[in-house]
């Protein structure tokens, strides 16, 4: 038995979509915890490049069976978008993905209002995909399960109970066109035949599985720092993507987790508004930007970029349990004279203990850096670890030692076969 949960330890976009292909090929479940269309997660197999906002990554091995659990909140039209397009590229869904049928569903007053909110003043800088609104549903106890979908009465009960408030709201607080109760009760009845194959009691299979023998790998969406709970609230998502949010978002309990993977990214990007201590706002970030082509496979925006945060990442580490790391995207670092690394914080002389829960006191903060030298030369045909230049393992050394974690797999390039795995 195996079950491990790989989760994003800095502020998402760490990799996580090349990861999961890699280790999914030694998983025969992998099951998606939280989040939900607002994440991109990019594999490249060849020249050919996939984005999945819904779909774990494991889809692209044909031996796998995906999972999307009840902590993750679903948009109708966004799930059946990614099948269509998988089945396309011959990649079979059809008896290889179940969805939990006490994951909520996304309504079109969610979009709206999340677009709405984020065209105002106290902007978090959301993807607009209705994901916030929807998880406040949710816990107001107002949500619409894909269970409900089974239930037409329920249903329709529940839209109309809804969609009088939201309406309400749209009208006389935002002066905006009231939304039409009977279309998304069509749309939704819709939705419904297409997806019953995939609705299963998530929790009952996940647990049966393992109970077989079999092995699970969890996967989470954005990353540890974004967590409502531990991340840089307010400007956090709306739900736990560290490794707490993948027991509650499948039903799996603790006591059958055996391992935590970390995707760190070999430098910093944040999308969205909030505190960054280590952002460039210079030349060398707009490099790292377009080297890396760090712009959102859910929005395309570009994303803010700067130097490697240790400090951050022990936290994560701390948070999360992390037993292992991966390091994403190396590569980008190829062509730098010189590379910073932040040790830590500093406020008014002094070095911080740990890192702040308190957003203002970003404010007042400065990271410390230690410089390291470049390695000046490409490593995307490195196979093995001795491969690497001496700079390369230098800098790897010194982050893992900084921050204090273990690397047992490094990216060294977008595809497939450009990882280094270590033992």
Known sequence: MSVSILVGSQWGDEGKGKVVDILSEKFEIVARYQGGANAGHTVQIGDKQYILHLIPSGILRENVICVIGNGVVID??????????????????????????????????????????????????TTGRGIGPCY???????????????????????????????????????????????????????FDKKIDQYIKDVPVYLNNSIAEGKSVLLEGAQGALL???????????????????ACTGTGIPPTKINEVIGIVKAYTTR?????????????????????????????????????FDAFLVKYSCMINGIDYVAIT?????????????????QENGKMLKSFPTDVHQFDKIEP???????????????????ELPEATKNYLEFISSTAGFKIKIISVGPKRDETILLD
Request: with cysteine.
């Open 76 to 125: 109708p039209k966004a799930l059946l978008d990614e099948i269509e397009i998988l089945e396309k590229n011959n990649i079979k869904v059809s008896g290889r993905l179940f969805i939990s049928q006490n994951a909520h569903l996304i309504m079109p007053y969610h979009k709206l209002l999340d677009q709405i909110n984020e065209s105002g003043s106290n902007k978090i800088g």
């Open 136 to 190: 406040i549903d949710k816990y107001a106890r107002k949500g619409i399960k894909i269970v409900d979908l089974l239930h037409r009465d329920t249903l329709e009960n529940k839209i109309r109970m809804n969609l009088q408030e939201k309406n309400n709201l749209l009208k006389k607080v935002y002066d905006k066109e009231e939304l039409d109760v009977e279309e998304i009760i069509k749309e939704y009845t819709e």
């Open 227 to 245: 967590d409502v709970d531990h991340g840089t609230y307010p400007f956090v998502t709306s739900s736990s993507p560290t490794s707490g949010g």
């Open 271 to 307: 999308v969205g508004n909030g505190p960054f201590p280590t952002e460039l706002l210079d030349e060398e970030g707009e490099k790292l930007r377009k080297i890396g082509a760090e712009y959102g496979a859910t929005t395309g925006r570009p994303r803010r970029c700067g130097w």
């Open 329 to 345: 995207k190396l590569d980008v670092l190829d062509t730098f004279d010189e590379i910073k690394v932040c040790l830590g914080y």
């Open 368 to 386: 410390v850096y230690e410089t390291l030298p470049g390695w000046k030369q490409n490593i995307n045909k490195a196979k093995t670890y001795d």
